[in-house]
């Protein structure tokens, strides 16, 4: 059976992205990183599923590139509100559940196009704060480590040596190499369930934001990755976040169809 597809990016993090509100994508977790593979496939660091969920616009469901189930991302959030919007499922805003929780999403069109998706994240309490590295869950969990100069990192290396601690077993966690200075922030991540370094990811710059403000007390960031540059905003009550949102591009590249 034939199953059309569509493609996005933000900032460079890419998702193949299903409208399955007919429920007719059953493909298994072998077939998804088939999919997903960059040399034999279509190519993506994910891909989502949009459902139908009763009392919302829609239901977020996601897989990593290694087609492992996961539970939230921040640009794939952003990406599948466009998608949504193309489907003329949703207009300017979107309420959807995903599987941390529900999150609502601004799309600002511009002629015609869109141009900015706004995410809500979810509150967030830090897990553990450290002179120099934050442990932190926006969705997802990240191990937000601070550095003179994130580029001189072996993300590939560092970053897997921390997402396969023991202390983290069995689910692993994201890595995030961070420096901040004023109301920026560069960032550069390591995804599990990608198992490599991403051009971007969204619950990475928003936890990156997050451990940035235990230092600066600032509420608002310009975060740059690899893949462009996002904007993190909240509000903040001692170590408690909410308000929390995600701002930058979502983009669509190309569709076409697949074999389920």
């Known amino acids: 059976m034939k199953i059309k597809f569509y493609k996005y990016q933000g900032t460079g993090n890419d998702f193949i992205l299903i409208d399955n509100r007919e429920g007719n994508f ?17 190519g993506a660091d994910g891909l989502l599923l ?3 969920a009763e009392g919302y616009d829609f239901r977020m469901v996601y897989y990593n590139s ?17 998608f949504a919007n193309r489907l003329s499922v949703v ?39 450290g002179e120099h590295f934050v442990i932190l869950n926006t969705g997802t969990p990240h191990f937000v480590r601070f550095v003179e100069e994130p580029d001189s990192i072996d993300v590939m290396a560092e970053g897997a040596k921390i997402r396969y601690a023991p202390e983290f077993a069995p689910v ?14 560069y960032v550069r991540t390591y995804e599990k369930g990608v198992e490599a370094e991403t051009l971007s990811c969204g619950t990475g710059v928003t936890a990156s934001a997050i451990a940035a403000s235990l230092h ?29 949102r995600l701002s930058g591009p979502a983009t669509f590249v190309l569709n076409g169809e697949i074999d389920n």
């Open 26 to 42: 059953t493909s298994e977790s072998q077939a998804i990183a088939k999919f997903c593979d960059r040399h034999f496939g279509i």
């Open 50 to 52: 949009l459902e139908s």
């Open 66 to 82: 290694d087609g492992s189930p996961a539970t939230m991302c921040g640009n794939g959030g952003r990406c599948i509100a466009a």
């Open 91 to 129: 207009g300017a805003n979107a309420n959807f559940i995903a599987a941390d929780g529900p999150h609502h999403a601004k799309i600002d069109i511009q002629d015609q196009a869109i141009s900015q998706v706004e995410l809500s994240m979810k509150d967030v309490i830090p897990a553990d704060i």
């Open 172 to 185: 692993g966690i994201n890595v995030d190499f961070a420096r901040y200075n004023g109301d920026k922030i």
């Open 216 to 244: 600066t007390g600032r509420n608002s960031y310009q975060v740059i990755t690899r893949g462009g540059k996002l904007t993190v905003m909240f509000e903040r009550n001692g170590v408690t976040f909410t308000n929390i």
